[in-house]
């Protein structure tokens, strides 16, 4: 089975999808129509990576049959790759964005939250804004608001299929793909004193820029588990982040189940199934202006991103 990646890249102004195979980039349409020469109706899903994971039911296994034939016609040479030098955007637009928060035991610890016994406890969910979605090879503006920007890698589960009150044991079936997500926080917006109410999750983490995501979306199938899988961020070529989602408290399939209790997953929705240690706030080392982050996970890529602070 080959296997494939979706993006989106920019062309001209406009933003079109591509498939990866073997680390090359094709640009969709134009394998659809190399595949099927002189077809007249063409599939919505070429229209966009956000189309095709949004009905990815329909769409996977159309995808998985091009794959093969582009990986065939591309050995041959018969059909030629995009330039290395594209502009690649963020793979998708999610639905909605869900993150979970204080997931692994060490990165609570470097933050000083006290954490209750797993059995006693539940997920900390909380929502990110869609409009903080920006791609790699972009920039995070730093607000003037804030002193304190900080990174966090995450690996971003991708669901494919309508999910309510799923169970842990069936979660993988409702799981689209993957892909690498660096959660910038301003975290000295994320508590507030103007309020009986401590956190303000919106606020600090909310911001245009403020969700890094790509470089590509990672069918699930590219994934053996998605509970060994490693994360690593690197900050100015220097390593801050190193961790495992083997080490998380509350595992992909238990996030599934937790959200979709409360309310219906949709394709398109991403989930940040949280950080490991060795974040900023931990040694209180902030993001400033002209900074560099690299943040990868195993088997789906790396995003990097420079830090560029906001002209008023």
Same mark, same amino acid.
């Given at each position: 089975?080959?296997?494939?990646? $979706?993006?989106?890249? !920019? #062309?001209?102004?406009?933003e ?5 195979i073997?680390? #090359? ?13 002189? #077809?007249?109706?063409?599939?919505l899903?070429? !229209? ?24 065939? +016609? ?21 639905? =909605? ?12 610890a ?17 929502m990110?804004?869609? =409009? ?39 979660? +993988? ?10 959660d ?36 699930? !199938? ?5 509970? !060994? ?9 220097? #390593? ?15 996030q ?8 219906? $997953?949709?394709?398109?929705? $991403? ?15 902030? $993001? ?25």
């Amino acid at each position: 089975m080959t296997t494939f990646a $979706l993006a989106t890249y !920019q #062309q001209q102004g406009a933003e079109r999808a591509a498939l990866q195979i073997r680390g #090359q980039f094709f640009d969709l349409a134009a394998c659809f129509d190399a595949v099927h020469p002189g #077809q007249q109706s063409k599939p919505l899903w070429l !229209q966009s990576t956000t189309e095709a994971i949004c009905h990815w039911q329909q769409t996977r296994t159309e995808l998985q049959d091009l794959a093969e034939q582009v990986d065939s +016609l591309a050995e041959q040479g018969k059909l030629a790759a995009l330039a290395d030098d594209i502009q690649l955007l963020a793979p998708f637009r999610p639905t =909605t964005i869900f993150g979970t928060a204080s997931n692994y035991h060490e990165h609570a610890a470097e933050m000083n939250t006290i954490l209750a016994a797993k059995p006693d406890s539940s997920p900390y969910v909380f929502m990110k804004a869609t =409009t903080s979605v920006t791609g790699t090879h972009s920039d995070v503006i730093l607000p003037p608001e804030t002193q304190q920007l900080d990174w966090e890698v995450e690996l971003g589960v991708v669901i494919g299929k309508t999910a309510r009150r799923v169970k842990a044991a069936d979660a +993988l079936d409702y799981i689209a793909g993957y892909t690498v997500v660096n959660d910038i926080s301003a975290r000295d917006l994320n508590r507030r004193s103007d309020y009986p109410f401590k956190h303000d999750w919106f606020r600090g983490k909310s911001w245009d820029t403020f969700c890094p995501m790509g470089p590509v979306f990672v069918p699930k !199938q590219a994934i053996t588990d998605p509970h !060994q899988v490693k994360l690593s961020l690197f900050l100015n070529g220097k #390593q801050m982040q190193d961790g495992n989602t083997s080490e998380l408290i509350w595992n992909v399939f238990e996030q599934i189940e937790y959200l979709s209790g409360i309310l219906t $997953l949709r394709p398109g929705d $991403l989930i940040m199934t949280g950080t490991p240690a060795g974040v900023g706030k931990g040694i209180g080392l902030f $993001l400033k202006p002209g900074d560099v982050l690299e943040a990868s996970a195993a088997g789906v890529g790396s995003i990097k991103n420079t830090v560029r602070a906001e002209v008023l």
